[in-house]
């Protein structure tokens, strides 16, 4: 049976602690029901800067905008 789940690789920005970046977007689509929409689950940030510093971030890839932090050097998603 096939996953109706696709992975995709996407360019995001990071917005915050007085700096901005582009990074990439690891997610699966996943297809919302009785629609042709879709959303992103299991998003991860990729090859952002290193030296970005520790803080609260926002993440837009796809017209959509969500919270992130990086906390010892490993980005967090704060709401999906």
């Known amino acids: 049976m096939e996953s ?3 992975h995709v690789t996407l360019f995001g920005n990071l917005k915050g602690m ?7 977007v ?4 996943v297809p919302m029901p009785d629609s042709d929409s879709y ?3 299991l998003v991860m940030i990729c090859d952002a800067p290193r030296d970005l510093p520790d803080g609260r971030y926002h993440l837009t890839f796809d017209s959509r905008a969500i ?3 990086r906390h010892n050097g490993t980005w967090l998603v704060l709401v999906s």
Do not use: G, I, L
Not at 18 to 24: I, T, V
């Open 67 to 69: 919270p992130v932090q």
């Open 4 to 6: 109706p789940h696709r």
């Open 18 to 24: 007085e700096r901005e970046a582009q990074c990439k």
């Open 26 to 29: 690891s997610a699966f689509e």
């Open 39 to 41: 959303e992103y689950a």
